[in-house]
């Protein structure tokens, strides 16, 4: 059973910087997208940012110029830089991959637990 592991969530001052990083647990075949994706209280969830296995990226026009996503294959781990933060910046990071857990599978999407990120001063 594939399970992600997020962490790099906290309390930053406005201004601040934070790394978040996810990556799965268990036996992976192959991660095709990497995404990250937020719910402030009272809100939807919304995309962040994503980057494909060819390590295009979008970004959400609320982060451009002020968060990073990065993938190491390696490690099969993705990352979100997000720096020059700000207090409408809080909400629960999720992180999502489409993976496939054997070449038998179909590739399918998997989320993580989730990362409180709160900006206060």
């Known amino acids: 059973q594939v399970q992600l592991v997020e962490s790099g969530g906290g309390l930053v001052q406005p201004g601040g910087s934070l790394t978040l990083s996810c990556a799965p647990s268990?036996?992976?075949?192959?991660?095709?997208?990497m995404a990250w994706y937020r719910q402030a209280p009272g809100k939807q969830r919304e995309l962040v940012a994503d980057?494909?296995?060819?390590?295009?990226?979008n970004y959400a026009d609320s982060v451009k110029g002020r968060f990073t996503i990065s993938r190491d294959n390696a490690e099969n781990t993705v990352y979100l830089q997000m720096n020059s933060l700000k207090p409408e910046d809080t909400a629960v990071y999720y992180c999502?991959?489409?993976?496939?857990?054997?070449?038998?599978?179909?590739?399918?999407?998997?989320w993580g637990q989730g990362t409180q990120v709160t900006v206060s001063s």
């Open positions: 980057i494909t296995s060819g390590r295009g990226t």
């Open positions: 268990g036996t992976i075949f192959s991660i095709n997208a």
């Open positions: 999502n991959l489409n993976l496939r857990t054997s070449w038998r599978r179909a590739a399918a999407d998997y």
